[in-house]
């Protein structure tokens, strides 16, 4: 039978080395009782509350935790405008890295030397405003790294250079004075947006009127204000600041072209305009006031379209130059706007008489009447991903390829889907179509190309590699085929590790 | 004024986020309008119509004037109301926190009076 003692309480019994406990205040008591915990081990005795406590009612009974304090960092707030300013601010030079020896600048002659095809050609420093001005540098390129900014002469860029010569009337003569209209598709990385800052930049070297739309998406996401024009049917809106925005961004980049044209149409909208007034004054005139800057930029329209001076403003008329248009982010104009009408029903992108009126370019067979160069490009990391976009373009590609619109093949909009008819009917050829728009997809760089670009790491100091023909195929692969983003995130890997492994 | 417009008509009494978006479309004013930005023309017409609308003290005493009139002519609705016991035929067998305590009789009394 199994003691009925407890070892454990025994062990009590024996006396408790003395030396070993901490002196208490409590008075000791020889002998415990079983089963109690010595007095000196003992917790002190909770207070008693008031046993007539009355039960809270109401009162959730769950978890209920500290909330941890914020703690105040001090100092002030960032002023307004601070942070977004730091956000978008664009850093063109490295002063760390090296400076590339022998580099060219991007010039009419380079720019169509198929000799200099795979190399970096530096940006004209007198163009950096410029550029700057259009807002061509976007944020997140890597413009930072480098001593100074510079672009792949690439296939697509020697023959978007020689097309400018050409309408510029230099050489093929057959095509002065023409429009071409051109869609950049391409995938994330492919380089959309250098391509139409190399475009700005040939267009500002050619001395032509350069207009640019930096992000499309400004305009749908209801970010600017906007008013209904009165009679207009269907009832179209227009969006004076940044229309005013725009005319800012076209005189800066422009004011030598602006003020050595002078007006030569009327324009009776326009009472404060003198006859004698240059294009620069003219568009200035919508910059203080958002009220007219839509009108102003109709007028300053239809000046750099003339083709002949109205009569009695023969005297100083000048020939005007071909225009670039450059639109990034084509897509967000094919859906329905932020904005909403009068009865609260969404206003279609279209409606906005801004996005119109640069739609448009597209569906006129001689929208720009001294000829020009229409490049709108689409985003593939920003883009609200339209249905009907996607189909208008699968049959632009198809009518290129020489599919009719009559095969079985040709694209068709999924049934019952709600393919935008607007947009379906905006890159549908016209019936005579002088200048159809063409659809251009940017690839990848070929190898030698590759080459060029990662040999402009090395040599700026960025890439501790022996480049050879082995490496760069690597890399090439890796990159997708040459996609030129993926291949500048090589550059700048490789930079890191190096310097991790120091 | 840093505020947009949209922020600040939602701080009234019965003007939500629906009721504002529709305002401001009347008048074209876009989302992220401030208010500093408001045309003199707008700022006018903004304010000749939410003097129309029932808004602010005038929705509140309109709420109360409701519930009032329920209680006296002895409505269902109204004697949930008295009682401050759910209206709108939710469960109150679990989930419900009393309105007074059980065990106080002068509570009792007072809603039983209503």
């Known amino acids: 039978m199994a003691s009925s003692w407890c070892w454990n309480c025994l062990s009590r019994l024996r006396p408790t080395p003395r030396a070993l406990l901490p002196p208490s205040a409590t008075p000791r008591i020889s002998s415990a009782p079983f089963h109690s915990t010595a007095v000196h081990y003992a917790q002190p005795a909770k207070k008693k509350g008031n046993s007539l406590t009355v039960m809270k009612h109401r009162q959730s009974t769950s978890l209920r935790r500290k909330k941890k304090k914020v703690a105040d960092r001090g100092g002030r707030p960032p002023a307004v405008g601070e942070r977004k300013a730091l956000r978008k601010r664009i850093v063109l030079s490295n002063p760390n890295a090296?400076?590339?020896?022998?580099?060219?600048?991007?010039?009419?002659?380079?720019?169509?030397?198929s000799r200099l095809r795979g190399t970096v050609l530096g940006l004209p420093v007198p163009m950096i405003d410029q550029l700057r001005a259009v807002q061509a540098f976007k944020p997140k390129q890597g413009w930072s790294i480098f001593r100074r900014p510079g672009t792949v002469l690439r296939r697509d860029t020697i023959e978007m250079g020689r097309l400018f010569e050409q309408i510029s009337g230099e050489g093929d003569a057959a095509k002065k004075g023409k429009v071409v209209k051109k869609i950049?598709?391409?995938?994330?990385?492919?380089?959309?947006?250098?391509?139409?800052?190399?475009?700005?930049?040939?267009?500002?070297?050619?001395?032509?009127?350069?207009?640019?739309?930096?992000?499309?998406?400004?305009?749908?996401?209801?970010e600017t204000a906007y008013a209904a024009i009165e009679g207009s049917d269907p009832l179209q809106y227009v969006q004076p600041t940044a229309t005013s925005a725009l005319l800012t961004r076209t005189v800066d980049a422009n004011r030598e072209l602006l003020a050595s044209l002078k007006v030569s149409q009327k324009h009776p909208a326009l009472k404060m305009l003198?006859?004698?007034?240059?294009?620069?004054d003219l568009a200035k005139l919508g910059f203080s006031d958002p009220a007219v800057s839509w009108r102003v930029f109709q007028a300053l329209w239809t000046e750099l379209t003339a083709t002949a001076p109205a009569a009695g403003l023969e005297k100083d008329f000048q020939p005007r130059p071909p225009m670039l248009v450059a639109v990034d982010g084509?897509?967000?104009?094919?859906?329905?706007?932020?904005?909403?009408?009068?009865?609260?029903?969404?206003?279609?992108?279209?409606?906005?008489?801004?996005?119109?009126?640069f739609l448009s370019l597209l569906k006129e067979s001689d929208s720009l009447k001294n000829g020009g160069l229409l490049l709108y490009a689409?985003?593939?990391?920003?883009?609200?991903?339209?249905?009907?976009?996607?189909?208008?373009l699968d049959r632009l590609a198809a009518r290129q390829a020489g599919i009719s619109a009559s095969s079985p093949e040709y694209p068709q909009p999924p049934a019952y889907s709600d393919a935008d008819p607007r947009v379906l009917d905006l890159l549908q050829p016209a019936e005579k179509a002088v200048s159809p728009v063409e659809l251009q997809t940017l690839g990848g760089l070929t190898r030698e190309e590759a080459r060029g670009f990662m040999e402009y790491f090395a040599r700026s100091g960025l890439l501790r590699e022996i480049i050879n023909d082995q490496w760069v195929s690597?890399?090439?692969?890796?990159?997708?085929?040459?996609?030129?983003?993926?291949?500048?995130?090589?550059?700048?890997?490789?930079?890191?590790?190096?310097?991790?492994?120091? | 004024m840093r505020a947009t417009v949209e922020m600040e008509y939602i701080t009234f009494f019965g003007i939500g986020n629906n009721s504002?978006?529709?305002?401001?479309?009347?008048?074209?004013?876009?989302?992220?309008?401030?208010?500093?930005e408001l045309a003199n023309k707008q700022v006018l017409d903004l304010t000749a119509v939410l003097s129309e609308m029932k808004i602010e003290n005038d929705l509140r005493r309109e709420v109360l004037n409701d519930i009032k009139r329920m209680k006296e002519t002895g409505t269902y609705r109204g004697?949930?109301?008295?009682?401050?016991?759910?209206?709108?035929?939710?469960?109150?067998?679990?989930?419900?926190?009393?309105?007074?305590?059980?065990?106080?009789?002068?509570?009792?009394?007072?809603?039983?009076?209503?």
């Not at chain 1, 904005?339 to 279209?350: L, T």
């Not at chain 1, 689409?378 to 249905?387: D, F, G, L």
Request: charged share 20%; with cysteine; net charge positive.
């Open chain 1, 98 to 113: 090296l400076e590339v020896e022998g580099m060219l600048d991007l010039s009419p002659e380079t720019m169509v030397d």
């Open chain 1, 184 to 222: 950049v598709t391409g995938m994330k990385g492919s380089g959309k947006t250098v391509h139409l800052l190399q475009a700005m930049a040939m267009g500002f070297m050619k001395k032509w009127a350069v207009i640019t739309i930096p992000d499309a998406r400004e305009l749908v996401s209801g």
């Open chain 1, 274 to 280: 003198k006859p004698s007034s240059t294009l620069e």
């Open chain 1, 330 to 357: 084509l897509a967000h104009w094919m859906t329905e706007s932020a904005y909403r009408s009068a009865e609260f029903k969404p206003i279609h992108a279209h409606d906005l008489a801004f996005v119109h009126h």
């Open chain 1, 378 to 392: 689409t985003s593939a990391s920003n883009n609200p991903n339209p249905k009907a976009l996607n189909i208008a």
């Open chain 1, 474 to 502: 690597e890399k090439w692969s890796l990159s997708g085929g040459g996609i030129i983003g993926e291949l500048e995130k090589f550059g700048r890997r490789l930079r890191a590790t190096a310097s991790a492994s120091k």
């Open chain 2, 20 to 36: 504002s978006a529709r305002l401001m479309s009347r008048f074209n004013i876009h989302p992220t309008c401030r208010v500093g």
């Open chain 2, 79 to 114: 004697r949930r109301h008295a009682l401050g016991l759910p209206v709108r035929g939710q469960r109150t067998r679990t989930q419900v926190g009393f309105p007074f305590p059980l065990c106080d009789i002068s509570a009792c009394a007072v809603s039983q009076r209503h």
